[in-house]
DNA sequence: TCGCAAACTAGAACAGATTCTAATAGCTGT
DNA sequence: ACAGCTATTAGAATCTGTTCTAGTTTGCGA
């Protein structure tokens, strides 16, 4: 339920919490990346990380903490790249699109990680970052560094709207019902709709 | 993960064996109108509905099949009521945006059973006629008539993307993060653009 | 260095979904 | 009435997330 505080509850996180918690992400997502969020499990994940479960359960609470964990880096690595290589289309909405698509091909290279993930974090009951942060990265690249804290109410709306039929997207793809190509379109005409006057 | 044939497995279902998968759906939609789908414990709605663990499983391969069979029920209601009282708005636009949101009233007075109902849709591997469903009413209400079969293909996806958006912020009111006024204000900001010309 | 609080560990315990088993009941065709 | 089949039953068993326990280790301020 809670997010994750480092377990002694007000210090700082030592390094070697650092690294311990670093470990049990990465065995959590070379899991979930061949048998999806079922062969994820949590005395599976505290074995590889080399950690009792007791510990694993002290960095994080519960499994869907854990999974929104293994989300969190993967969205590092969609803003890094973004950030390293912008989007360089003309209008706003060809550059949602194109970071969007980015996304996509990101994800579809780990279907059983990506499917798991989008599922969890759809059903999950804990707060995740997952929706505001793929948000405020279409409003920073359509409108040219724009950032949640500046954006009106109806720009973020508007963002928002279409980082939900992206996610839609997606699962759709990811259960077997859409084409890369029918997202593009979906994407495209949606973005041109929507960011039309952001 | 597999729909739910008659437990015979070729032959057709008996009237017994109908009013049991009745009375078993009913047990578990009593169940989960209270405490949602986690008080909808199999074993209970085996002991509510007088079947045992088993039976409900030769019905019911799954939870999941369970909570999709009474969902199904709900959206019955649903799609009746609107065809009984069609929207009479004059644009497009707003007249998707008021089955929307009588569709938003309706799911909010069993907040805990739409909030199961939601998330099955959701993870369902099993295709949910739901959200077709849910794009054919949008085109039908919206565009006077049009049917899923003669619409464009434009026309379906911007539906689609209006249905997406509709069933994200519908999660998010669940979970306490949207009010019915911000439901409102997005779905008819989104509407008004990916409607304007459909 | 001492001592304490927090972190860690192995493992048992618990909960709820799902599966399995052995036995019984009920129907169908002969 | 009988044989053979499927449905049903009670209950045990299994699996995995989560919690709990009791004891050990570690970091660190006095």
Do not use: C, N
């Not at 709207?161 to 699962?171: D, F, G, R, T």
Request: hydrophobic residues 45%; proline residues 5%.
């Amino acid at each position: 339920m809670e997010s994750h505080p480092p377990p002694g509850g007000h210090s700082v996180r030592t390094r070697s919490q650092h690294q311990r918690r670093k470990r049990i992400v990465q065995a959590a997502a070379a899991l979930a990346s061949r048998g999806g969020v079922e062969a994820m499990q949590m005395r599976t994940v505290a074995e590889r990380a080399g950690v009792a479960l007791g510990t694993l359960y002290r960095y994080f609470p519960s499994k869907m903490d854990l999974v929104v964990a293994v989300v969190g880096e993967e969205i590092d690595l969609l803003e890094s790249s973004i950030e390293r290589r912008p989007p360089g289309a003309t209008t706003p909405a060809s550059r949602a699109v194109d970071v969007l698509m980015r996304a996509t091909r990101g994800l579809m290279r780990e279907p059983e990680l990506a499917d798991a993930l989008i599922r969890s974090l759809i059903l999950a009951e804990v707060q995740t970052p997952f929706g505001d942060r793929m948000t405020g990265l279409l409003l920073r690249v359509a409108a040219d560094g724009l950032t949640l804290e500046d954006a009106r109410e109806d720009q973020i709306d508007l963002a928002g709207s279409l980082s939900s039929v992206w996610v839609q997207e997606l699962l759709e793809m990811l259960r077997g019902r859409r084409t890369y190509d029918q997202i593009q379109r979906r994407i495209e005409a949606a973005a041109a709709r929507l960011f039309a006057d952001i």
